[in-house]
């Protein structure tokens, strides 16, 4: 009465779905430099933790008897194991197996996978190598037949990116529905040289007469400069690295709040050297990311997006330990000014922030939003207005450190003046609706065409208006609420996260996310 034979017969099958796509094409694949599904699965949760769902998915060969022969495993693998301790739900495309195009079971897989990350409000792990979808082209000729496209389950992909992070790491060709998966997070890695994403390939871009190779139409130096992607990694153990990395300041769901750690470094730190940080002369710059590690935690600071939108500095990083969202200006490019794609990082981080219940610290030194044909041509405006209405929805709390410049709709922007928040200035705060040095000549055009010498009265006038520019005019009149020591400012910020922590509730935000 043994169920023994039956067990066998399973433990046949499992083993039939590790071999892949065979000797040959698993060969081919690691010869490309590339780790299979299964390597990567386990480098990137902890040791023994993976417990597989759908083990014996794919499509079976039997012989006239109806006796197994041979089966071709789904190239879809998925389920749950562990990362720092922590439960995930992890899905990773099996490129030797029809180049991970769709294949027997992966549909039903892939809506299961997404359901189960979801339902289990548990973060979720893409491991993208391939198209997925309705699969190849070849499928016409083996169905017998071609249908209206249609992602099924795509709602539940959407849904979970308000509820659970979504991970996914683009580990070789992704094209079509797999391009789209990894667009489709929350934080998103290419491997360099190895991995590509585009909407069709190469060969069906050849068609319309624009011959390129698969870097050329979609590596990573494209995609991490144009915002599809985030982040790019020197290889896949480095992507998995920063995937984990990133997991570790987000609760597992909204349904729960970011976690404190011990970081060892002491709230009251002091960097001496933040007194000399910004130049006097404003036309000079500074490096922003060495103010941002010596305020956060020692060696908390995590950059997200770094390669595009660049005036702004997003990331993650710890304040006594409290997880927290940084968002900073870069003097390095346009000044600081928001660009469109600028605009467009700060609504993403924003609303990242919002989900995952994290408190804000923003580094501000903004001239405004850039001016030019070129931003005109970009729609810049209207990109900075979305990004406008992020922060003005964010509950989140928030503090603002005017470290230089804040001038402007988008020096406006540095927080949402319709609620509380904490905000403070450092001496070297400038401020205004535009720069002296734009709108003095249009301000004052008459009295100045008028005068015997134009440049005398201009520089008269700008000497006149600049002793008016000291912050402490502005802190008499409170319209800035305290103006600092750096070197406080860290104790401030530590502050700060310790007064938000009761302050953030769990659940769904208001508004969802924008992908």
């Not at 039903?108 to 979808?133: C, F, I, N, W």
């Not at 037949?145 to 389950?153: D, L």
Request: proline share 4%; with cysteine.
């Amino acid at each position: 009465m043994s169920w023994e034979a039956e067990i066998e017969e399973l433990k046949r099958r499992q083993d039939l779905a590790k071999k892949m796509g065979g000797k040959e094409k698993v060969a081919r694949h690691v010869n490309a430099g590339k780790l299979t599904v299964r390597d990567r699965i386990e480098k990137i949760l902890d040791e023994s933790s993976f417990e597989e769902v759908g083990s014996v998915t794919g499509k079976a060969e039997y012989d006239v008897d109806g006796k197994l022969v041979d089966m071709q495993p789904a190239n879809l693998i998925t389920g749950r194991g562990r990362i720092n301790g922590r439960r995930v739900v992890v899905a990773g495309d099996d490129f030797t197996v029809r180049g991970g195009a769709n294949d027997a079971g992966i549909r039903e897989k892939l809506v299961h996978v997404e359901d189960m990350a979801g339902s289990l409000r548990l973060p979720l792990v893409r491991l993208v190598d391939g198209t997925g979808g309705g699969g190849s082209v070849k499928t016409i000729e083996t169905e017998g037949r071609t249908y209206v496209p249609a992602v099924r389950g795509w709602h539940t992909v959407i849904e979970n990116l308000s509820k659970v992070p979504v991970v996914a790491l683009a580990l070789g060709s992704t094209a079509g529905l797999g391009a789209a998966r990894v667009a489709a997070s929350h934080y998103s890695v290419m491997v360099k040289e190895t991995s590509q994403m585009f909407v069709a390939g190469p060969p069906v871009v050849a068609r319309t007469g624009e011959v390129l190779t698969k870097n050329e139409l979609g590596g990573s130096e494209i995609h991490t400069r144009n915002g599809a992607v985030d982040d790019e990694a020197g290889s896949e153990e480095e992507a998995f690295e920063r995937a984990r990395r990133f997991l570790s300041y987000l609760p597992p769901s909204v349904f729960e709040l970011p976690e404190r750690v011990e970081t060892g470094d002491d709230p009251n730190r002091r960097e001496d050297w933040l007194i000399n940080a910004i130049p006097r002369d404003s036309r000079k710059v500074y490096k922003m990311r060495k103010i941002v590690e010596a305020v956060v935690d020692n060696g908390s600071f995590f950059e997200i997006g770094k390669k595009w939108g660049r005036s702004v500095i997003t990331g993650f990083a710890r304040l006594d330990g409290w997880p927290v969202a940084v968002l900073a200006s870069d003097p390095y490019h346009y000044a600081g000014a928001w660009t469109a794609d600028a605009a467009d990082k700060v609504l993403r981080f924003v609303d990242l922030a919002q989900t995952f219940h994290l408190p804000v610290m923003h580094l501000v030194d903004i001239p405004g939003f850039l001016v030019g044909r070129q931003a005109e041509e970009q729609a810049t405006i209207r990109h900075g207005v979305r990004a406008m209405a992020a922060i003005a929805q964010a509950t989140v709390p928030w503090c603002a450190i005017l470290v230089r410049k804040t001038y402007g709709v988008a020096g406006a922007a540095h927080m949402n003046s319709g609620r509380f928040n904490l905000r403070y200035a450092w001496p070297s705060g400038d401020w205004g609706s535009l720069p002296i040095a734009g709108g003095l000549e249009a301000a004052y055009k008459s009295e100045i065409e008028a005068s015997e010498d134009p440049k005398a009265k201009l520089d008269e006038i700008e000497e006149r208006l600049n002793r008016l520019r000291s912050p402490f005019r502005t802190a008499e009149r409170f319209m800035i609420e305290e103006i600092i020591d750096p070197r406080d400012t860290r104790k401030l910020l530590c502050d700060f996260a310790e007064m938000a922590a009761p302050l953030r509730e769990a659940g769904v935000s208001s508004f969802k996310v924008r992908p």
